[in-house]
């Protein structure tokens, strides 16, 4: 969401950081979503941690998660695949250094089995890679 607002606040002028963050909004995206298949009550485990009811937990998340989506989706861009592997490359990177290399966000988000988490990567990963196919 930062860099987002950061490319829409320099005017685009940093345009392959744009390309590179509409990548990484649809992994966060399509990752955050899929965590009610591994952990149905996701969602209500995150507002009770973020001490927030559970309608106001669906309003923020549309915002941060929901929002970049739309947004994004009514640029006219022209993302290559490095622009895909660059986004699954930070992505990794982020999560290798917040979670000292385990790529476990419990401390995050909430507590998930580790299989979860590297199913969880796993799909983020190659959401990020796929959007090059999806926006050809």
């Known amino acids: ?5 950061f490319c829409i606040f ?11 963050v509409i990548c990484t909004n649809w992994g966060i995206f399509v990752s955050f979503y899929s965590a009610i298949f ?6 209500i485990k995150l507002a ?12 923020l998340n549309f915002i941060v998660h929901g929002l970049p989506i739309i947004y994004c989706s009514n640029y006219k861009n022209n993302i290559k695949f ?5 986004a699954a490359c930070f992505h990794l990177l982020w999560g290798f250094y917040v979670t000292k290399g385990t790529f476990l966000l419990n401390n995050i988000y909430i507590y998930m089995s580790n299989n979860n988490w ?3 990567w ?8 796929l959007v090059y196919f999806f926006y050809k």
Do not use: C, G, Q, R
């Not at 969401?1 to 607002?5: E, G, I, N, T, V």
């Not at 591994?38 to 969602?43: A, C, H, M």
């Open 10 to 20: 320099t005017n685009y002028e940093y345009i392959n950081l744009y390309e590179i």
């Open 48 to 59: 009770n941690k973020m001490n927030i009811n559970i309608y106001t937990f669906h309003i």
């Open 1 to 5: 969401m930062l860099a987002l607002l």
């Open 38 to 43: 591994f952990d149905p009550d996701v969602n």
């Open 118 to 120: 590297y199913k969880l």
């Open 82 to 86: 490095i622009n895909s592997i660059f």
């Open 122 to 129: 796993f799909i983020a990963i190659i959401s990020e890679i």
